[in-house]
């Protein structure tokens, strides 16, 4: 099994902020939504179910922790998690906090606007508050 | 706890096919792509993470159940899979089968263009298809 290595285009548009133990857990460099994604570190999986039943299981239960770390990092009035790949083949789940007053309400926010790039206080403000809402077992990247 | 009422807007745009033990399974009436829905029948429920953990577990094992079968039927490039609910506030997540010729490639369905509705013919393939993928436990709605 060749080593996991991260996808060149979620290297350059995320930044990592820590692992679970199936999956690599970045933030996508984007000021308007709080925006994570989890990447399962198995080599050539496009879709979930190219997972083993063990690991497929780990990918929704880690989405489910992130999922609700978010909830209480940033109360959105909707989460948004969803697994694409259309144009990056890596398997990735994105989960989106969203808010009614967002840039993209009530639309997804693929393809809509260009990203704005984070400045360093909110990304050391996203990652704090979220990582204050996970498990103390997840240590910062 | 009120009984399961399937949202409006749904039921105005998509076909029911079968129940799985946790989820209604609807496909959405769309010609240019093989759409396929999952509805928990849980009342009151957003986000997955509103489900409690065994039903949470059931509805990825169901989506993975559905995943497969979707690959089986309709041999796409990619599965697109997603909890959005920015419109439909009742908990469904979408199951699109993506080919690279199909009508939004590479980009996301939602909001390219308007739904085509099927003809009879159509409806019967896809849900054929599909029903014959699926595990035998299943039968049609």
Known sequence: ?????????????CLPITDFPLCRLLMMNDAR???????????????AIDLDADDY?????ESGELSRAMRTA??????????????VAQLHVHHVARFRDD?????????????????????AHRRGEL???????????
Chains 1, 2 share one sequence.
């Open 74 to 87: 940033f109360t959105p009035h909707k989460l948004n998690v969803a697994a694409l790949g259309n144009q």
């Open 57 to 61: 299981r780990r990918l929704w239960d």
């Open 103 to 123: 840039a993209a309400w009530p639309r997804p926010i693929w393809g809509e606007g260009a990203p704005e790039a984070c400045d360093e206080s909110l990304v």
């Open 33 to 47: 939504f709080p925006w994570f994604l989890l990447v399962p570190r198995v080599p050539g999986a496009h879709d």
């Open 1 to 13: 099994m060749p080593d996991f290595v991260l996808d060149a285009r979620l290297q350059q548009d």
């Open 131 to 141: 990582l204050a809402a996970l498990p103390g077992r997840l240590r910062p990247h």
